[in-house]
């Protein structure tokens, strides 16, 4: 039995990384805001003293030993208009929680050998058409500034003991939560469509194949850096809404121009509209093999009566 070291447990990652952990028979010490909260989610998958929640750093003692960490923590980042308080949220959540997982890491007697930390491509801001690899050069903007100071933060682990690894996630798609769970219900009513002119690049990755690479990088231990959490196979976003909409044997006719996404969504807009054709480069060289590479197979696998499916033609798009 292996005991790992989580924050953000509760979260939509986190909640599927402590079940496929709780159901191997590990043991999961979460941070977490609402400890309370965290064992009513997992009560009928615990045995007694398989998961500790704790709020306080001070209660995991400096002789705790923990085979890894994984840190996905964070105020979830389209879930309010972006005003003054809310960046700062999005700020301090991720930053502040990080820079106390670091020093509690730092203070143990026994160093963790890994500590896996998420981040997103949207640290490389709005990349048009242009094939976007670890190594590209971001552009600098308020989830570029974000993204580098989490990431920074992470990195302060990194010892000759601790090896660091940087996930920058795409939008991850699972059938319990994230962006997926919130397009399903207009989707399924024929009520979706593309954001802007759908012309910019999507991104994404399914939520079994981040648990994959979380254990992937734990397994293999010369690994440390930053890794593009993407599927190997991005698509602009109107072939996306027009997949998902195929896979709930309907169309996508509603689209919503950039103007309305501005003016109901302020600066977040941006995210939404920012295009970054990603590719997960150094998985690839890393040996990960991709449980979903395509968007079809992974549409089937989140939405039952999607299996064989093919996107109905629109007749005409609506503004």
């Known amino acids: 039995m292996a005991r ?10 986190g909640q599927a990384l402590c079940r496929r952990w709780l159901a191997q028979g590990h043991q999961i010490w979460a941070y977490t805001r609402d400890p309370n909260k965290l064992r009513k989610l997992f009560r009928e998958s615990v045995e007694a003293e398989q998961l500790v929640p704790f709020h306080e750093w001070q209660d995991v003692k400096s002789d705790t030993v923990f ?22 949220q999005l700020v301090e959540s991720r930053v502040h929680t990080t820079r106390d997982l670091v020093k509690t890491i730092k203070g143990l007697d ?18 048009a058409d242009f094939d976007v690899v670890e ?12 993204c580098e100071r989490w990431e920074q933060m992470a990195l302060h682990a990194q010892s000759d003991d601790t ?27 024929g009520l979706g469509g593309p954001m802007g002119d759908g012309q910019h ?4 990755i399914h939520l079994d194949d981040v648990l994959g690479i979380i254990d992937h990088l734990m397994k293999h231990k010369d690994l440390s850096g930053v890794f593009n959490a993407v599927s190997p196979e991005p698509l602009r976003q109107a072939d996306f809404s027009k997949q998902l909409a195929g896979a709930f044997r309907r169309r996508d006719p509603f689209r919503i121009p950039d103007w309305g996404l501005k003016l109901l ?7 939404l509209l920012s295009s970054q054709r990603a590719f997960p480069e150094r998985l690839r060289g890393a040996g ?11 549409l089937e696998d989140l939405i039952p009566q999607a299996k064989g499916t093919q996107p109905i033609p629109n007749e005409e798009s609506k503004v």
């Not at 996930?167 to 397009?183: H, N």
């Open 4 to 13: 790992y070291l989580i924050t953000g447990g509760s979260g939509f990652i």
């Open 67 to 88: 085979d890894a960490a994984v840190n996905l923590a964070g105020a979830g980042i389209a879930d309010k208009r972006w005003s003054a308080q809310r960046k700062r």
């Open 110 to 127: 026994q160093p963790v050998p890994i500590l896996i930390s998420g981040s997103a491509t949207g640290y490389y801001g709005h990349k």
């Open 135 to 146: 190594e590209t050069t971001p552009i600098k903007g308020f989830s570029w500034s974000l």
């Open 163 to 189: 090896r660091v690894c940087i996930l920058r996630l795409g939008v991850v798609l699972g059938a319990s939560g994230g962006l997926f769970q919130k397009m399903k219900l207009p989707y399924s009513l």
């Open 201 to 204: 690049w999507f991104s994404w």
């Open 265 to 271: 969504l302020g600066e977040l807009a941006e995210l």
């Open 288 to 298: 990960y093999e991709f449980k979903y590479r395509q968007l079809g197979p992974a």
